[in-house]
């Protein structure tokens, strides 16, 4: 039986970046995954392919609706070869885990395909092709999650499916119902809109990307509706029900009238949840709680002191860079080093175009925590870049401290807000001012002109160009 500093289940973005900076760290290592390939569900169904697919229906749209207008002619009808899109996305996520294999030889770490399933707290059997049981001094679990469905629905994963599905479907939907407005739902929907769909969405509260500031979602429905979605919010669904190649759902509108919305295929994203099936968890001491999730203290530890849990199986958003994070603390923290993470600073971005993106607190958390605060906010049409790309949708919102100034959250949605939300996270990290930002140069022109706009009107209310 071999034996380990450390064992890591799943190979997700937090799993194999554990398992790297073990081994940087000189920990024996050995990495554990019971499917084919690594990366977990972010490379495989997840972050990589679904970016892959909305890159890909952003040129089709591209090419359809504003070539013209850029001045370039294509002859002939431009067409959706939705076959060579999903292969070019698959190429996409067969090139990026290979990468993660690369990176395993490379920092020698020992790979064992299989289901890990602990026999006590330092032992793990493997079951897959060949079946073998390792020792570990340490285990960190990161084992993910899964989509999430209502109990009343069944996903026979061909006209009523996941994230999963949605990735590798076979012809173009004509009527796509997405059942949740969250970032899931609405990224898929928007690339099978692009490409033709009608897309309704039917969410359960009263707006769209709910745990975002409101603001956010304001804007995000009117793009949305500009783009004829059907957005039916503050409606519960109460079946789903497949009738040969035709999918009904019902729900319940806010005057609690029943609503039926007809469709060829429906989305279900409704979130998702942790998986720790055949883990065996008790066997080792490690307790989870009834949402499902592993329970752990602030240093990530479980409560059998030498296994620690990170990622969506652990509280807190279920964020791919949330998860790596999560795996270098742990690695840093068996190495004897003191890591830090503030949650507070971890942003989240939604893929759609345009992209959406935050950082630390909403308008309405700093309401309801009685803290006085300022708001600037710039509109990206005001911007020359906005103009010139013909990206004009959006905002940036600034949100700082009356009395001190410090930024207390940056919400913005425009073109490159997942890129440009960046710059946020380090000026809050290192506790800047609106005012500090509104005196550093910004290239001109560019999008992020409109973080110096947004502090420059949370500072004085003299944003320059409006």
Not at 172 to 186: A, Q, R, W, Y
Request: glycine share 10%; net charge neutral; proline share 3%.
């Amino acid at each position: 039986m071999s034996s380990y500093d450390v064992a890591i289940i799943g190979s997700g973005p937090g799993g194999y970046v554990a398992a790297i900076r073990c081994a940087q760290l000189g920990m024996k290592t050995a990495i554990i995954e019971k499917y084919a390939t690594l990366g977990g569900t972010c490379l495989n169904v997840g972050c990589i392919p679904s970016k892959a697919l909305l890159d890909s229906s952003h040129h089709y749209e591209d090419a359809v609706k504003h070539f013209e207008e850029h001045g370039i002619d294509i002859p002939g009808e431009i067409k959706v070869n939705l076959e060579k899109m999903i292969a070019r996305k698959q190429a996409v996520v067969d090139q990026t885990t290979g990468g993660i294999d690369f990176l395993m030889k490379k920092n020698k770490i020992d790979v064992y395909q299989g289901v890990g399933r602990f026999t006590d707290a330092t032992h793990i059997s493997i079951s897959g092709d060949k079946n073998s049981a390792i020792e570990a001094k340490h285990t960190i679990i990161a084992t993910g999650s899964k989509p999430s469905t209502l109990p009343f629905i069944k996903i026979d994963k061909e006209r009523i499916i996941t994230s999963t599905e949605a990735l590798k479907l076979k012809e173009i939907p004509k009527h796509l119902i997405v059942i949740g407005g969250g970032v899931i739902g609405l990224e898929l929907g928007q690339v099978y809109k692009r490409l033709g769909a009608e897309v309704t969405v039917v969410e359960y509260m009263d707006r769209l990307i709910p745990t975002m500031d409101s603001g956010l979602s304001k804007e995000l429905n009117k793009v949305f509706k500009k783009a004829k979605f059907g957005i039916h919010v503050s409606h519960k669904v109460k079946s789903v029900e497949r009738n040969g190649d035709a999918v009904i759902v019902k729900a319940d509108n806010k005057k609690g009238e029943e609503v039926e919305f007809k469709g060829d295929y429906c989305l279900v994203s409704v979130g998702r949840r942790p998986y720790t099936d055949g883990l065996n968890a008790e066997a080792a001491g490690v307790k989870i709680n009834d949402r499902g999730q592993v329970e752990v203290n602030a240093h990530l530890q479980t409560t059998a002191k030498n296994i620690y849990a990170i990622g969506d199986v652990v509280k807190g958003a279920m964020l791919a860079h949330k998860a790596e994070e999560e795996g270098v603390f742990v690695a840093e923290t068996l190495a004897g080093q003191k890591p830090h993470i503030d949650y507070n600073l971890i942003p989240g971005v939604v893929y759609t175009w345009p992209e959406v993106a935050a950082v630390g607190k909403t308008e309405e958390a700093l309401k309801a925590a009685g803290i006085a605060y300022k708001v600037g906010q710039f509109p990206m049409r005001a911007l020359g870049r906005s103009r010139a790309s013909m990206d004009i949708d959006g905002f940036v919102k600034i949100l700082a401290d009356q009395s001190t100034d410090e930024i207390l959250g940056v919400h913005m949605i425009g073109a490159r807000a997942a890129d440009m939300i960046a710059e946020a996270v380090v000026a809050m990290e290192y506790r800047a001012s609106a005012e500090d930002i509104s005196r550093m140069s910004h290239a001109h022109p560019t999008f992020t002109e409109a973080i110096k706009e947004a502090a420059l009107a949370a500072t004085e209310d003299r944003a320059l160009h409006i």
